[in-house]
Nanobody
Framework: QVRLVESGGGLVQPGGSLTLSCVAS????????LGWYRQSPGKQRELVAQ???????DYADPVKGRFTISGDNAKNTVYLQMNSLKLEDTAAYYC?????????WGQGTQVTVSS
């Protein structure tokens, strides 16, 4: 079992920045991926960015150049630095842990971009 706790969401104006954090605890495999997904009302959950335990990263096209994912293996924590936020970035953001056997999701944190 892996537990994920997200934090850092909130209300921000267009062009602003936020940093999300996700702390993983429990039975963490030595090879895994931690990712951020988001879901807006009426839309499917989509990948935002992902980082593996060896540091490989992947980003969705809409956030490339604006968002940065990073990890601290010692703290089992993944961060999502979000810059130049747009109205369309408004969503619930979820952290996901994946290894060779299981996927686990966090409870989500809301990001609202509004003027």
């Amino acid at each position: 079992q892996v537990r994920l706790v997200e934090s850092g969401g909130g209300l921000v104006q267009p062009g602003g920045s936020l940093t999300l954090s996700c702390v993983a605890s429990g039975s963490i495999w030595h090879i895994y991926a931690l990712g951020w997904y988001r879901q807006s009302p009426g839309k499917q959950r989509e990948l935002v960015a992902q980082i593996t335990s060896v540091g490989t990263t992947d980003y969705a096209d809409p956030v490339k150049g604006r968002f940065t994912i990073s990890g601290d293996n010692a703290k089992n924590t993944v961060y999502l630095q979000m810059n130049s936020l747009k109205l369309e970035d408004t969503a619930a953001y979820y952290c996901k842990y994946s290894d060779h056997l299981y996927d686990y999701w966090g409870q989500g944190t809301q990001v609202t971009v509004s003027s």
